[in-house]
Every structure is written in structure tokens, then in C-alpha cells.
């Protein structure tokens, strides 16, 4: 017979009179959560192409289709500029393409409020799309050689990962909204 948990971890994250999420856990997890994401390129993968979705920007899009208002439209400055130290990519480019896409996100959950799963992955699947080919056309203009074509399998596995991120992001939103915090 399994031994049961502890009275204390049983009780831990359901709800309670008297008990509210903690603001800090609440504002920190979603720009950390982009920020880690962010540091993917640093993991030791070796290929002759790149291979690995850009797991920040798929996390931004991610927490931005499941709470439109949580990161503010601005954030996209400083998200991209921490994803411009560690991808490679001349500095500024997420800057730019970051605060473009969360000007677009925010346009489209203004204009159309009410989505169902698929066409958050249709709507990620063009961001993801556009980001990764504009941030080539932007290497290329900074001194790069490298065709469309090498993107590709980039643009599959990406394509293939978001509903992954999001799951992620479904799961660190629970979390970061568990009521620890007594009022």
C-alpha cells in the first residue's frame, strides 16, 4: 500500500480562504520563463544548419496568446534585446522583429478575442514564419551569406514545437498563479 503524501503537500496550491497568488512570482515567471527560452542557443548542440526553434520568441508568442495583457506592448524592447545577446544575430534584429510582433499580437487579440487552439498555431505559425526570415534577410544584410532553403528545417521543428511552448506556458501560468500568499 503507497504511503499517502503529507498533510503539508497535499494542501499546497489549492485554493484557501484567505490566500492570494504572490504578486513577485506572478510578474517575474513570464519575462523569465522568455528569458530562459532565450538562452537556447547556448546549449551545446552541434549542426551544420540551424536546427533549434528560437525558443524565446516562441515562449513571447506563447505567453502573449494565452494572456493578451500580461506583458505590456513595450516588452518586446527589452526581451529582444537580452534574446540579440545570446542568438548571434546582429544587434537590434529582435529588438525590432520582438516589438513588431507584439504590436501585431496585440492588433490581432484586439481584432478577433475569441480563438480556438488552431488558430493560435496558424497565427504562431506566420510569426514564426516572418521572424525566422526576416532575422535571416537582417543577418544577411550585416554580412551573411546564407540562403532561404537552410531555414527550413529551422522552420519545421518551430512550427512543430509551438503547441509544446505553449503547453509549457500553460503550465508555468498555473504555477506562477498558485495562491501561497496569505492577505
Same mark, same amino acid.
Given at each position: ?20 497568488a ?6 517575474a515567471?513570464p ?8 538562452? @537556447? /542557443?547556448?546549449? /551545446?548542440?552541434?549542426a ?6 528560437? &525558443? ?12 493578451? =495583457? ?13 534574446? %540579440?545577446? &545570446?542568438? =548571434?544575430q ?12 507584439m504590436?501585431?499580437? %496585440?492588433f490581432? %487579440? ?5 480563438r480556438g ?13 516572418g ?6 534577410q ?5 554580412? =551573411?551569406?546564407? @540562403? ?13 514545437a509551438y ?6 506556458? =500553460?503550465?508555468? %501560468?498555473?504555477f506562477r498563479?498558485i /495562491?501561497?500568499? @496569505?492577505?
Amino acid at each position: 500500500m503507497p504511503t499517502p503524501l503529507p498533510s503539508a503537500l497535499r494542501k499546497f496550491g489549492k485554493p484557501r480562504i484567505n490566500r492570494t497568488a504572490s504578486p513577485v512570482l506572478a510578474l517575474a515567471m513570464p519575462w523569465l520563463l522568455v528569458m530562459v527560452g532565450s538562452l @537556447s /542557443p547556448t546549449w /551545446p548542440v552541434i549542426a551544420s544548419a540551424p536546427v533549434l526553434p528560437p &525558443f524565446g520568441f516562441l515562449l513571447l508568442v506563447g505567453w502573449q496568446q494565452l494572456r493578451p =495583457g500580461l506583458f505590456p506592448v513595450w516588452a518586446g524592447w527589452p526581451l529582444g534585446l537580452f534574446d %540579440d545577446l &545570446f542568438s =548571434g544575430q546582429p544587434i537590434g534584429s529582435a529588438v525590432l522583429l520582438w516589438s513588431l510582433a507584439m504590436l501585431a499580437l %496585440d492588433f490581432i %487579440d484586439h481584432r478577433f478575442p475569441w480563438r480556438g487552439f488552431v488558430l493560435n498555431w496558424l497565427v504562431a505559425s506566420a510569426f514564426i514564419t516572418g521572424y525566422l526570415f526576416l532575422a535571416l534577410q537582417i543577418a544577411n544584410l550585416a554580412g =551573411g551569406l546564407a @540562403s532561404a532553403v537552410v531555414l527550413l528545417p529551422q522552420l519545421a521543428v518551430a512550427i512543430l514545437a509551438y503547441p509544446v511552448a505553449a503547453r509549457l506556458v =500553460g503550465l508555468a %501560468d498555473k504555477f506562477r498563479l498558485i /495562491p501561497i500568499r @496569505s492577505v
